[in-house]
């Protein structure tokens, strides 16, 4: 396999151990990208972007990222908290008057306390890809709990429900408008809840990482799934099915569905988490230590049912290699279904993103990725 891009001389091995994510744990199509103290150490991209993989991987290939992108919506929140727009712990109501609930604030649905983790109701499946619609039913829902008594992470309705506060409160038309103003454009990334037309092509198509590739020992959502039954965890990932089958289409490719369908690369992703490290970049240097300081923990969080940790909008590092990020204690970032993974490690000084078109299995982060970081950090310690 032919790996493209850059790497300083220092991280050659970084380069080598990326080149054996294909050759030896069944990556087909990938990007990694790290920043460290503010310079682009490693650009790496290499494999095929298509299902026959005969349409090779590009510099500018982006894929869907999933999860991962729940962080540039946490960050355009918080850039209107900068700016006055938001109160952390001014009910969600406030601000939109359709919503249902009164009880549940800004601070609780950006840390996972909400309790809007999932749709109680079956929800028809192309409601995710209209915007409005999909937007009045979150308005119009229940919590799972009261809000703020548990921590239960939110697969899906987390990116819809912030994301239709972020679009009030700034007064936006749509929130990819806002993605684009006050993110992607002002750090030149390949971004996007809906791609435009003319960037389709940029597109590599997902599939599962072949069964030969997965670890052994699995603990994945179908054993939550299986355990619990049309429980928080399932109705959270599969209500409604297309949230599970449709990410291959147009229609989803160019829907705003912030909680799961963001597209991007690893430059990009890295370029933004290297941009959260510098005070008034992104954020003022006021607001920026709300991206690690702890809002909310649970040593069994009610959907993943694993200990995990959450500033405002990212997940925080710990000691587990499943949860590290990086090797500092303000660690934070967000992982996406499937393997792709971003975060930023202020006491390192590291930005790291990794992308891959195929899916893995893992809760967190994906052996794949935990490969990489161990590899990165026995270079640089």
Same mark, same amino acid.
């Given at each position: 396999?032919?790996?493209?891009?850059?790497?300083?001389?220092?991280?050659?091995?970084?380069?080598?151990?990326?080149?054996?994510?294909?050759?030896?744990?069944?990556?087909?199509?990938?990007?990694?990208?790290?920043?460290?103290?503010?310079?682009?150490?490693?650009?790496?991209?290499?494999?095929?972007?298509?299902?026959?993989?005969?349409?090779?991987?590009?510099?500018?290939?982006?894929?869907?990222?999933?999860?991962?992108?729940?962080?540039?919506?946490?960050?355009? $929140?918080?850039?209107? &908290?900068?700016?006055?727009? %938001? /109160? !952390?712990?001014?009910? #969600? *109501?406030?601000?939109? =008057? @359709? +919503?249902?609930?009164?009880?549940?604030?800004?601070?609780?649905?950006?840390?996972?306390?909400?309790?809007?983790?999932?749709?109680?109701?079956?929800?028809?499946?192309?409601?995710?890809?209209d915007w409005d619609a999909v937007t009045a039913a979150v308005a119009r829902s229940e919590p799972w709990w009261q809000p703020g008594t548990e921590q239960g992470y939110s697969p899906m309705i987390f990116g819809w429900l912030l994301g239709e506060l972020v679009r009030r409160a700034a007064g936006a038309d749509k929130l990819n408008d806002l993605l684009q103003a006050k993110i992607a454009g002002?750090?030149?990334?390949? $971004?996007?809840?809906? &791609?435009?037309?003319?960037? %389709? /092509? !940029?597109?590599?198509? #997902? *599939?599962?990482?072949? =069964? @030969? +590739?997965?670890?052994?020992?699995?603990?994945?959502?179908?054993?939550?799934f299986k355990r619990e039954p049309g429980g928080v965890t399932q109705m959270g990932f599969t209500n409604p099915m297309s949230i599970m089958v449709g990410t291959n289409s147009q229609p989803w490719r160019q829907a705003q569905i912030p909680g799961g369908n963001g597209s991007s690369n690893a430059r990009s992703m890295a370029s933004f988490y290297n941009a959260l490290l510098e005070p008034d970049n992104l954020l003022s240097a006021a607001v920026q230590p709300?991206?690690?300081?702890?809002?909310?923990?649970?040593?069994?969080?009610?959907?993943?049912?694993?200990p995990l940790a959450f500033s405002l909008g990212f997940m925080l590092s710990d000691e587990r290699p499943e949860c590290r990020l990086g090797r500092g204690v303000r660690g934070f970032g967000h992982p996406g279904a499937g393997g792709c993974l971003g975060f930023a490690d202020p006491d390192h000084d590291i930005a790291f993103a990794y992308t891959s078109r195929d899916m893995g299995q893992s809760i967190l982060l994906d052996p794949r990725a935990i490969r990489l970081i161990d590899c990165l950090y026995g270079l640089i310690d």
């Open positions: 396999m032919t790996i493209n891009g850059a790497v300083s001389p220092a991280l050659k091995p970084l380069e080598q151990a990326f080149a054996e994510s294909f050759s030896q744990h069944g990556d087909t199509g990938a990007s990694l990208a790290v920043y460290h103290r503010g310079e682009l150490v490693a650009d790496l991209w290499g494999g095929y972007r298509d299902k026959a993989n005969s349409l090779p991987w590009q510099a500018d290939t982006c894929s869907n990222i999933f999860s991962a992108g729940k962080a540039l919506v946490a960050v355009l $929140a918080l850039q209107l &908290v900068d700016e006055g727009l %938001l /109160d !952390l712990d001014e009910a #969600v *109501k406030h601000y939109w =008057p @359709e +919503f249902a609930n009164a009880e549940a604030t800004v601070r609780q649905v950006l840390c996972h306390r909400s309790g809007y983790s999932a749709f109680k109701e079956k929800m028809a499946d192309d409601i995710i890809y002002p750090l030149g990334m390949c $971004a996007w809840f809906g &791609v435009p037309d003319s960037e %389709l /092509d !940029l597109l590599a198509d #997902v *599939k599962g990482l072949k =069964p @030969e +590739f997965l670890p052994p020992i699995n603990t994945s959502m179908m054993d939550i709300l991206l690690w300081q702890r809002q909310s923990h649970s040593d069994c969080d009610r959907v993943l049912q694993t």
